[in-house]
């Protein structure tokens, strides 16, 4: 059986790689492209490496008939989606890949992005799309909200050794490396090449980054009690690619067992042999997520690394590994691509 | 069924490329690694971004047992493949991606590579491997010579210009500029990062690339008489991609035509609408090849450039195509993976 | 004596690179800088790589006080500038990057730019800026015109060839590679580093381009009848650096002795030893050109190769050569700096 | 008075970069080229970037007349350079660019780099070459050792903060980010294009850093007791750059205040205002540091980070300051170009 496929947003970088991802799947078939401002323009058009598939032209999202759509995902921007969202049918499954749902405490989320949330209902509703820690509520959901890029980098890490309570929960620092593509497809001059090529630097220095609304959320959730991480993210000139480097406090080789324990079985989280550390060229385009451990010289400090490619699983792989999962397929379908090197 | 597949010189990125492809080929299963400086070593550690993989370690050529074997890819360097597969079963299905069983002329590939060629019975025996061009003669071939990725892109180009008639032979001037990866994983300064980045040049220039001797053995065949193209390769700062721009005379109309016609129905060749140019980042990580015609402002002159990846279409994709035909698979299966944006 | 210096269009890549230049001049100084969009701001914020510098803050054109200004810098967008200069002194030397005075026939620059121009008798007065080729022109000029950088270069390749005679007139094709920073400081899609990195492509095709209206002036001036040239650039991810490639037709030793010959005692314009080709990395900002000649595998068959940095050789360096010639300082004087490797 | 000047080791980056300085230093006059396997080639063959200096040729380190040479810069690698540098004039004005006189302690040395000493007593009269901080020894010394380019940015960033107390010295933490020249011209794997460029990762993870050994030099001797810091460098995909991001606890403000008040005055060093953060594309190609404090949003955290070009100031550029001081010139003869951008 295929399932129809609708894609709110498809003119963007994640509406593209979803697209890409999907022209692969073996149950799923794109039935509609929504875009508002490339409306009546053809994929490959606004993506001209899609020009092979055969896909339905861009449309606005009130010419998409959703009774027909067995699935919906929604790569909008923050603050379009819940707008658009509450507006559509009630019983849709819908993946969302902006960041209106991952937070559940409306003062939370006022407190980050800066608005009130206009579907405090839904936000109740959602389920918080890391698949590896909410595969059965995922499973079962109507609404999912994929998790930020960096934040699902950052979980990767630390999720096991806080629940497993073998790391020092005040004294965690996580030192982020993002490609420009987490940065969307928007016309900002420090995403220009001649600014970024050669130039890195840090951004949203100080913990003002919303993806610390996640960590907060999630992290105090498992621990039981407030954590609160440092989080210093960097820009650097690649497209794709997230290395995430924690600094934890702990024992290296039962923080190593934890993690291996913690992901193993799982068909997209490797964990590297103790002592080697991952590169973001060896998950370029993949969903596969590569997690290092290393003994620092100073007794009692690890470093704990983690690439993975923050279009895929950082986004629209992940939102495709939870649709399978809302759809009962194979969680896999469509996502096992090797990575690209070089 | 699924046939079993061996590769020789898993360790070059044409290898890994292989092994990528054939990842999420249906009907493959990859039997053995050939690569004798890593016999011992797991694929892991020589290329960690395949080590989601269950593959076999690296072992020597003499260790594999080839009457297990139903195809045999050889991605060594040329000069060690022809002596290679000469050693090699005799019914053994080969697909060869190095330069050694390409150019039918054994004074041919002397003037070109500079030593006597060690394989002159298998180099009459050796079918040319450009597919959309010897589908038939490939799908009953025992080998295949890979063609050059520089001389797969040109070709796209002329060939059917130049079958059909409808440019001027004498005229032709192929100006290309292709990325690093193209140069193999060897260590040569040139192509160090600091070196090439930000750096871009011409090679080989006045006519001296070897892959002329494959554009003058195919463009004379099809013309009945002798083609000389003007060929100026440039390295570019870049991983993936070959940018070829054909400088011909004709009228752009019958030329745009001419290419339609040809590639019409080829799943893998797109001919771009009349006016519009491709570019890298479109084909990057697949098997697709973009043609693009447009008419200079000069009467008579006709520009059209195609863009393809080195490392699949114009090598390792190219040669699972072919391994496909000779296997009587579907000639697509494994190779309709989108490209990967941005 | 210290001239001082105004430069409109400072919040540009050509106007901060001005800045660079004139930061070690011995004999200039930065008295104004303007930049209507930015006005009230420090050269600090705009450009952080300038801020250990002493600059006076930006304003509107406005409020300068062009009575206290030795020579004046326009690096605006073409069009305003043309309207900006035309309300400056009459008495003002002045130095315009734009391409509004490049073209000396009405016609033809309402032919490529699609405007009428707005100040016809200052574009009768304008002496072009090709240093090299109108050395005592400029340094009596009181208006003097930058060229084009794809123009520039293109132009150091073919005029002596031109203007002796050594190749065919009707044979000539450049085929040229330019880094983004040419493109300006502009927000568009194709200039983001997610589209550009790894992607390299063709554009203006067909013989659109605005710099083929310098070239057709320029070429059939020196050639007392009407040359056409076929040009095709191509944008390249890199920052900077022009690379072109010419295809001419004549014996190449005699292309190599003509251009040895003109560019002999040139300070700037470096012609490699035959044979040799030049790359991008070997001149990245410094005034520098570098050029070399290669004969081809086809009798009667040469390929020139000409290496300029866009920012530097193409455009502020050129500009700063012809305000000293205009000030009557030494030529060179602020434009000695080595490239930067790597 | 024109100073007399050898470069041994004018083959590798460093040495071309102290070439590319030198040019336009108004004191100096490059004697001698030193770089035993290239003897016998022009500069020109070997850097064709700096072809347009009339410089001498290329020669063996015994065919140099030391004794016409004021002052002679060794670009060696380390080990081989204690070893040449014992065998010269104990007269000679030298300053080294290896890592061979940075430790003051034969053991340390030993322990870090994993041999014995071959120059002890020369070990004992080096000066440390961090500029800032021994300007009075340096000025006085005869052999200067130039800081690695990592150790170099940590110390800028912490060397006043422990000094005056305002940080906890036992929870420093460096993540580091590092382009690739500073791997040199050696001919390794992973410094290639197509491993490099899209691939970032972190090395020598654990404490195992060979700059660790000038860290805990310098910090425990300024502290009175023991100082050992965590650091992590990372190797990023671009030319030129070292950006450094520290993690200390202690108060903003106070940290802010007492670097400014460390550097005020300093040619080189900038403070940026409060809450700025640097960026790499800033510093490019030039001798500047840029400093800049941030507070954490947990109270008693913050992020300094620091940004050089490694190149420069973290080496080449950092020896020529030490040399002006050594031959009494002005510190910042040579060194105030501006940085490169874009």
């Known amino acids: 059986m295929t399932h129809k496929i609708a894609i709110l947003g498809a003119s963007g970088y994640t509406g593209a790689e979803l697209v890409r991802l999907i022209a692969t799947h073996p149950s799923m078939e794109i039935a509609a492209l929504g875009a508002n401002s490339k409306a009546g323009q053809s994929m490959a058009e606004v993506f001209p490496h899609l020009r092979h598939l055969d896909l339905p032209d861009m449309v606005t999202i009130e010419q998409i008939d959703f009774s027909a759509i067995d699935l919906c995902f929604c790569a909008l921007p923050h603050k379009t989606s819940q707008e658009v969202i509450n507006a559509l049918p009630r019983d849709l499954k819908i993946v969302d890949l902006s960041a209106d749902f991952r937070l559940r405490d409306p003062a939370a989320y006022e407190k980050w992005y800066g608005n009130p949330h206009a579907a405090v209902e839904l936000q109740k509703e959602a389920v918080y799309g890391l698949t590896e820690f909410y595969r059965d509520e995922i499973a079962g959901a109507r609404l999912v909200a994929g998790t930020g890029c960096n934040a699902a980098t950052g979980q990767y890490i630390l999720r096991p050794l806080i629940s497993a309570g073998v790391i020092d929960l005040d004294e965690i620092i996580l030192d982020l490396k993002c490609a420009v593509s987490g940065a969307g497809r928007a016309l900002k001059e420090n995403l220009l090449h001649a600014e970024l090529s050669e130039g890195y630097h840090a951004y949203a220095v100080g913990g003002t980054h919303r993806h610390l609304g996640e960590f907060d959320q999630e992290f105090s959730g498992l621990a039981g009690r407030p954590v609160h991480i440092q989080f210093t993210p960097h820009l650097i000139p690649a497209n794709r690619g997230i290395l995430a480097t924690g600094y934890v406090r702990g024992e290296a080789q039962v923080i190593h067992d934890t993690l291996a324990a913690a992901y193993e079985g799982e068909p997209f989280i ?52 939870n649709a399978n999962l809302m759809l009962a397929q194979p969680e896999t379908a469509g996502l096992m691509l090797a990575p690209v090197f070089p």
């Open 270 to 321: 490797i964990v590297l042999p103790m002592g080697e550390a991952p590169s973001t060229r060896h998950i370029r385009g993949s969903n596969f997520c590569h997690i290092g451990v290393v003994a620092d010289r100073i007794p009692g400090r690890v470093i704990v690394i983690a690439a993975l490619d923050n279009l895929t699983k950082g986004s629209s792989g992940q939102a495709l590994q």
